[in-house]
């Protein structure tokens, strides 16, 4: 046999055994790894109000497949708890904040099993929800009025910060956090700090400054290169007639740098270049389209896209996976929602059934 061929041989007599040696000790749950699958979106549903039955749902875009009560089936049975509103990535690991019961469950998303429990105490309800880096995730209080630090990879709570009123919004830049405190509108206007945003700095764990906002402050996104922070606030119960608004910050000098006022609902993104939000019809309380701004523009008037009829949109998330929208479709409230697939210009692709109002996903 000439030496090249022996060589051949050889080495694929080597692979095979190595081959064979990872076949024979293959674990029962599929490896750890720092990419996840493809195509495939983790919904998070709110469920009934104050009631044990939020939920998630898995639906595997490339096949159809849809996981109706994922975690429930994953866990033997176990609830996810009372009150879903948010969810955040880090590896094959996700955390969704369940409001009502107080915890952060954290699972991995090949499985749905749960890997991990936080739990708050006293009244820290976790809200919205971000994973800065490997040691380091923040979550909003609610009704603990602050922020709460946590370690993802130990799944440990680190801290918490006093904020403001009913803090609602949180976004990381750099080593700053950024806070809405919301105030409950009415509820609470009247408070130090209700309709500001806290600036904490993330190493001293200190309220560094508040930047004026707007009553009922809700929401606040970043841009994609973290230089400019928008911010959500909504009309006053008392006072419906008036507009909501956004408002564009400079993130490094803490600056006010534009305001726009108009009939907003909320679920504030940023993607590509553009911001986000769903409209808001004071006749339907609902949304019609989703508005797109152009903010590289000088001069920004926002793009409607129309919603399909008979929405109930209780949220929408940018699909990064062939562009265009998820809308979340909470229908009445009470019984199960919908998934709509959208093009860019809002055309529906395909729809997909989910748990009781569905609000946000992750998509990977």
Known sequence: ????????????????????????????????????????????????????????????????????????????GQKLGATANDIALKGDTAFITVTTSKTIEAINIRTGKSVGRIQLSGQAEPWRITVVSPTLGVVSTTNGDGIALFDPTTIQLVATITTGPATEGVAVSGNYAFVANSGYGDLRQGEPHAGTIAVVNLSTRQVERYLSAGPNVREVVLSSDGKRLYAFYQHLYSQPDSLQGIIEYDAQTFQELRRWRGRYGGSLQFANGSLYVLDYDPTTYSARNILKFDVSQSAVTPTPIPLPSGVTANGFAINPIGGGFLLFDARDYQSNGRVLVLTSTGQLVREYPCGVAPVRAAIF
């Open 1 to 76: 046999m000439p030496v090249h061929c022996y060589w051949r041989a050889l080495l694929a007599l080597v692979i095979a055994a190595v081959l064979t040696a990872c076949d024979s000790s293959s674990p029962s749950e599929p490896p750890v790894t720092a990419k996840p699958p493809d195509s495939i979106a983790i919904v998070v549903n709110q469920g009934t109000f104050g009631q044990d039955n939020a939920s998630l749902t898995r639906i595997d875009f490339r096949t159809g497949a849809v996981d109706a009560d994922w975690f429930a089936a994953a866990n033997g």
